[in-house]
Nanobody, 112 residues
C-alpha cells in the first residue's frame, strides 16, 4: 500500500528554519504540502503540479521553497524566516490516477 512518510518537523524559534521531507512512491502526478493549525481548516502551503508549475500560499511566498527529487520520489519544504503563525501540523499530499494520498503529518512549532 502506498504511503507518504514525512520527517523534519520540530520546535524552532521565530526567524529560524526547518526542512521537511516527504518520501512518496512512483507515478505521482502532483505532490506538495498542506498544513492545519488548531481550530483552523487545512490549507495549501506549496504544491508541485503535474506540469511542473509550483504554487505557494501567499502567506509563505518568499519564505518557503518546495523542491523535489524524482529519482527518490521525495519532496522537500525548506521553511525560512519562520513565524509563530506557521505553527501547525504539516501534511504531505500526493495525487496519482485521480486518487489523493496524505501523510500522517509532522508537527512544526514556532516559538515567539
Amino acid at each position: 500500500q502506498e504511503q507518504l512518510v514525512e520527517s523534519g518537523g520540530g520546535l524552532v524559534q521565530t526567524g529560524g528554519s526547518l526542512r521537511l521531507s516527504c518520501v512518496g512512491f512512483g507515478s505521482i502526478f502532483s505532490m506538495g504540502w498542506y498544513r492545519q493549525a488548531p481550530g483552523k481548516q487545512r490549507e495549501l502551503v506549496a504544491l508541485i503540479a503535474g506540469n511542473g508549475n509550483i504554487n505557494y500560499a501567499d502567506s509563505v511566498q518568499g519564505r518557503f521553497i518546495i523542491s523535489g527529487d524524482n529519482a527518490k520520489n521525495t519532496i522537500y519544504l525548506q521553511m525560512n524566516s519562520l513565524k509563530p503563525e506557521d505553527t501547525a501540523v504539516y501534511y504531505c499530499y500526493a495525487r496519482r490516477s485521480w486518487q489523493d494520498y496524505w501523510g500522517r503529518g509532522t508537527q512544526v512549532t514556532v516559538s515567539s
